[in-house]
C-alpha cells in the first residue's frame, strides 16, 4: 500500500476529467482500506469506485482511496436461488457476465452499466425495468471514522429511483466493501415490459429468450443509444428524470401532444429528462470538446480535453433552458465533485 502524489484521474474516471490528486492510494483488502482510513496526516478522503458516476471540476486536494476489493463467492443456495457475494471493486458489468455464465438470473437488465458492484447500490442503478433494489439482500460496509464493519440489509437502505439512504442520511460516512445479490438459478422472471426489449428479441427471431438472451439485447440496444466511455467520455445520464404534478403534465400537453410520460401515482408523472433536452434543441448539440450525445439527449459527452467546469456550465444552461420552456427543474444524477 502506497500513498502516490501528483497522480491524474483522467483513467478513474469514465467522463475522461483530468484533474489531480494530491494523494491517491488503491486498496485491494479490508485490512489495507482499514489502515488509509486510519491515517492521521490525510484527515479529508475522497472515495473511488468505478468513477462513472462522478463529474470532477477541480483538482482534489483529499487522499483519494481507489476501493479496488476483488471477488465474487457463492454463499448459500437451494435448488431455485443462490445468494451471491461480490466485492466492492468488482467490475459491474463483468459481474453480469459472471452471473449469466452460471445462469443466475436477476440482473441481465442491468447489463453494460458503468461502474463498480460497491457504489451500484449508492445510486441504486437501473434500466429497462429493473433496479439494483430487486435482487439485493445487503451490503457490508466499514465506518469512515471508526472503521466499525457494518451490514445494511435491504429494508435499511431506504431505495428509491436513483436514491438510497447512502445519498442522504449517512451520506459520507460508509464504504461499501461487499455487496450479497439473490439471483435465480431456474424459472427466471425475464422482465421484457420495455417495448425495445421485444422488439429487440424479435428482430433477433428469438422466441423464447433466455436470460443470456436478454443481456445481449440490452447491450445491442444501449450500444446503440449510448456512447461507450472508452470511446467518448460520459457519465451515462447526467440528469434524472423528473417527477412531475398530473395537473403539470396535462397543462404542458396541450402545447406538446407528443410528451412522453410514466405513471408514478394517481397524481403524480415521470417525465423523461431526455425529451425535455432534445425539443429545448440540445441533441447532439456540440460545443467544441464537449456537448450533448446524438442519440440520447440525457448523455453529456467530453469528446477530449474538456474540463469539468465546461461541462458543468453545459449542465447549467440546460437545465436554465428546460427550465425556462416547461417550468420544470431537471436534478444532475452525477456527483459534482
Ligand atoms: N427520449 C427522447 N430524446 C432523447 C432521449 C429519450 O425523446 O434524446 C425519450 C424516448 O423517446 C423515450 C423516453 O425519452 O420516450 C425514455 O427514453 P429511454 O428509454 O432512453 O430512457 P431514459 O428515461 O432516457 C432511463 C435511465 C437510463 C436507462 C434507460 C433505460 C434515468 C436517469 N436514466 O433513461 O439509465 O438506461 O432509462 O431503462 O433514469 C443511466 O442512469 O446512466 C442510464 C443510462
Redesign the pocket.
Known amino acids: 500500500m502506497h500513498v502516490a502524489e501528483n497522480i491524474s484521474l483522467k483513467d478513474y474516471n469514465t467522463f475522461g476529467i483530468d484533474v489531480n490528486a494530491k494523494y491517491f492510494v488503491s486498496v485491494s483488502s479490508i485490512n489495507e482500506l482499514k489502515q488509509v482510513l486510519s491515517l492521521k496526516e490525510h484527515p479529508k478522503k475522497l472515495l473511488l469506485g468505478g468513477g462513472s458516476n462522478m463529474l470532477l471540476t477541480q483538482n482534489q486536494d483529499k487522499l483519494v482511496i481507489h476501493v479496488n476489493l476483488k471477488g465474487i463467492t457463492v454463499e448459500d443456495e437451494t435448488s431455485d436461488y443462490v445468494l451471491v457475494k461480490a466485492n466492492a471493486g468488482e467490475n459491474w458489468h463483468e459481474f453480469v457476465l459472471w452471473c449469466l455464465a452460471n445462469n443466475f438470473g436477476g440482473i441481465e437488465n442491468l447489463s453494460l452499466?458503468?461502474g463498480n458492484v460497491g457504489t451500484a447500490p449508492i445510486?441504486n442503478?437501473?434500466?429497462?425495468?429493473v433496479e439494483l433494489k430487486d435482487t439485493f439482500v445487503a451490503c457490508d460496509t466499514i465506518n469512515i471514522e471508526t472503521l466499525d464493519i457494518k451490514s445494511f440489509r435491504k429494508a435499511d437502505c431506504n431505495f428509491g429511483?436513483?436514491n438510497s439512504i447512502f445519498k442522504n442520511e449517512v451520506s459520507g460516512q460508509y464504504i461499501i466493501t461487499s455487496v450479497t445479490f439473490r439471483l435465480t438459478k431456474r424459472n427466471h422472471l425475464l422482465q421484457m415490459k420495455?417495448g425495445?426489449i421485444t422488439s429487440e428479441l424479435e428482430a433477433q427471431n428469438i422466441v423464447t429468450p433466455t436470460i443470456q438472451d436478454i443481456s445481449k439485447a440490452i447491450i445491442a440496444i444501449?450500444e446503440r443509444?449510448?456512447p461507450n466511455p472508452k470511446e467518448i467520455g460520459n457519465?451515462?445520464?447526467f440528469?434524472?428524470?423528473p417527477v412531475i404534478s398530473l395537473t403539470k403534465f396535462k397543462s404542458l400537453q396541450e402545447n406538446f401532444e407528443d410528451i412522453?410520460s410514466y405513471s408514478i401515482s394517481e397524481t403524480k408523472v415521470k417525465v423523461?429528462?431526455?425529451?425535455l433536452?432534445?425539443?429545448a434543441g440540445f441533441?447532439g448539440k456540440r460545443f467544441g470538446n464537449h456537448g450533448v450525445h446524438e442519440?440520447?439527449?440525457?448523455?453529456l459527452v467530453n469528446y477530449g480535453g474538456a474540463t469539468g467546469a465546461d461541462v458543468l456550465k453545459l449542465s447549467e444552461l440546460i437545465q436554465k433552458t428546460v427550465l425556462r420552456l416547461f417550468d420544470i427543474t431537471i436534478e444532475a444524477?452525477v456527483n459534482i465533485l
Not at 423523461?272 to 425529451?275: C, D, E, F, N, R
Not at 442519440?295 to 448523455?299: D, E, K, M, S, T
Open positions: 452499466i458503468p445510486q442503478i437501473g434500466a429497462y425495468g429511483y436513483r420495455y425495445a444501449r443509444k449510448l457519465s451515462g445520464s440528469f434524472k428524470n412522453p423523461p429528462a431526455g425529451w433536452i432534445e425539443k441533441k442519440n440520447q439527449a440525457l448523455v444524477e
